[in-house]
């Protein structure tokens, strides 16, 4: 239900004047890492994500933002990608919780490939990362609605992360 309700939200923006501000990368094309058994396992589905994600992020320019839904193991989280400023923007609806590390591994391989693939030679090592306080989920089965929460906050007030508006 998440996923379709997430692809209403993409049709909606299509339509917005802003559009062109936001870049969206459907959820259901990078999956979650599963905790199997095996390094190299992980260590392929990580490679997958980031080359999916990466690709996305090529073409941006460099006012855009990339917005990333995504269930990192029965949990939604919402990640915020300005490839141009090498900044990285996480939204959790169970914050002040720790972000995931798989997650944080397939953004910075992401932005490691987006630099090689635009030949950016004085990209930093690391993205700087911001964990940003959002409004909070009440319980252990809304994490799905409040990140499409704070994506429709993101469209309708042109990219702001002004969470006190929520």
Known sequence: MILSLFRHLFKMLKKQKNSHRFRFVDPYKIGYVRPMEGKTMKGNQINQRAQ???KRLVGTSDDQICIVPCNVGDH???TIINPHKEEVCLLDPLFPRIHDERWQ????????LFFAETKNTKARKKPVWKVMKAPKQPDGMQCGFFVLRYMRQL???DGSLDMASM
């Open 52 to 54: 999916v994600l990466a």
């Open 76 to 78: 939604w989280i919402l």
């Open 105 to 112: 591994t397939v953004v910075d391989m992401t932005l490691k």
């Open 155 to 157: 469209i309708q007030f």
